[in-house]
């Protein structure tokens, strides 16, 4: 049993493991250790399996992914040593190096934010089996936008506009919470030993990142912060995003918020709170709601993570579809390098693939071109997803592919005409010709 018997501060050496929570603000586990706690320490752990090819041919974390954590966690390291407390980055499985560092460092408890899928689940119980009963374990829940602690789970409705009702009407969004550090320069742990590793130490290539790109944004908490900053106070691009946000060109033509939210970069609830103060100060209109409701979204994907289990990666997805699935490799494979008889499906791939990006509306085309004309197995292209998509986020993206391919939260089951959105979304070719250089195929 674990304990959870208070100690005395000046007794206390804490330490934050970081998982999908990479900031400074907004973060309840940190203010607490930092309230609680005479010692504090921050560590985060690359898993080697991460970086090892899957028996479909790629990693669970491509290139892209992996350079905007480290550069998130380098901007979130710098940030914590301003407060003179020291983030150790490691490779290695987590279970492993954190207990090690517990012992070593004498550490009496221990935060992490609360995870609930399979292999989450099984990290945190190798830890937990790795460590004294005597280490305090505090978990938190900062993913969300709405608490879970706050959301009755029978209204967890399957149709996400009863959920959002459910939500607007009777959830208040948390306040944000801010760390309130006191740590001397004694606080911190020789920075010899505590380099960030490389793409290469991860076993991957470096890149230049191509200037096609519509993400040409750096990881990091300070950088979200920009971004947030940009795209409601500087430009004002916030009023006009239910207009733009099913564009394909650009950087501004959505949020791109999901990055950084994925990795926890930035909190639903700073997003939500800025927008709340930018309609009081400059305007609310359907955009800026709009941009609330996607929050929405993407908790109403977590809730119905939490709601049903793994069965969010079974085939059947959470109606139990029986569907007869392909599993033809050589389509699969024509599907991500973009050599399908689609051009819209092919550009949006070329693009996933030299860049890690793919707008929301290439998303759902490429999903539901791969599970309804394809009907190859969707958790092919979910995995594929994972492994390239800078802003992969495990609920959101299962998910979302659970809802296209006709066994998750679509009432309507809707098939894409790939024909009709290319040429309703691209009318003059500009993103095709762009990825397919000039040359469509017929």
């Not at 139990?320 to 051009?343: A, L």
Request: net charge neutral.
């Amino acid at each position: 049993m674990l304990n959870t018997v208070a100690k005395d501060v000046e007794d206390v050496r804490s330490l934050v493991w970081f998982r999908n929570d990479l900031r400074f603000s907004d973060h309840t586990g940190l203010a607490k250790a930092c309230q609680n706690s005479k010692r504090l320490f921050g560590i985060y752990c690359f898993d080697p399996k991460l970086f090892i090819n899957n028996k479909l041919g790629f990693p669970k974390m491509n290139v892209y992914r992996a350079a905007f954590i480290l550069e998130s966690i380098k901007e979130l390291k710098a940030e914590l040593l301003k407060r003179n407390i020291s983030l150790i980055v490691k490779i290695g499985e987590p279970n492993k190096v954190i207990s090690e560092f517990i012992k070593d460092y004498k550490i009496n408890s221990i935060y992490y934010q609360n995870e609930w899928t399979d292999e989450e689940i099984s990290e945190e119980k190798a830890l937990l089996n790795n460590i004294s009963t005597d280490v305090e374990v505090q978990k938190y829940s900062d993913q969300f936008l709405y608490h879970p602690d706050d959301v009755d789970q029978s209204f967890v409705s399957d149709v996400f506009t009863t959920f959002r009702k459910y939500c607007e009407k009777n959830l208040v969004v948390r306040d944000i919470v801010e760390p309130t550090y006191s740590f001397s320069k004694e606080n911190l742990i020789n920075e010899n030993q505590n380099n960030l590793p490389t793409l290469e130490d991860l076993g991957l290539n470096d890149f230049e990142m191509d200037s096609r790109t519509a993400f040409p944004f750096t990881g990091g908490c300070l950088s979200a912060k920009d971004r947030l900053n940009y795209y409601l106070w500087e430009s004002k691009k916030v009023n006009f995003y239910k207009k733009t946000r099913n564009g394909l060109l650009g950087k501004d033509y959505s949020s791109k918020f999901s990055a950084w939210l994925a990795n926890g970069s930035i909190s639903s609830r700073e997003i939500y709170w800025q927008i709340k103060n930018y309609e009081k100060d400059i305007m609310k209109n359907q955009s800026t709601y709009w941009m609330i409701f996607e929050l929405i979204w993407r908790d109403f994907f977590k809730f119905i993570s939490l709601k049903y289990d793994n069965k969010i990666f079974k085939i059947g997805g959470i109606l139990d579809k029986d569907y007869t699935w392909s599993r033809d490799e050589d389509q699969f494979q024509n599907w991500i390098d973009g050599k399908t008889n689609e051009p819209f499906v092919n550009a949006n791939m070329i693009e996933l693939k030299s860049t890690g990006w793919m707008s929301n509306r290439g998303r759902q085309n490429v999903a539901s071109f791969l599970s309804k004309e394809l009907l190859i197995d969707w958790r092919w292209g979910a995995s594929y997803f994972e492994s390239m998509l800078i802003d992969y986020d495990v609920h959101s993206n299962y998910g979302n592919w659970m809802y296209v391919s006709g066994v998750g939260n679509d009432p309507r089951d809707r098939k894409f005409n790939i024909k009709f959105q290319a040429d309703r979304y691209d009318p003059n070719n500009k993103f095709q010709n762009l990825w397919l250089q000039g040359k469509l195929f017929v």
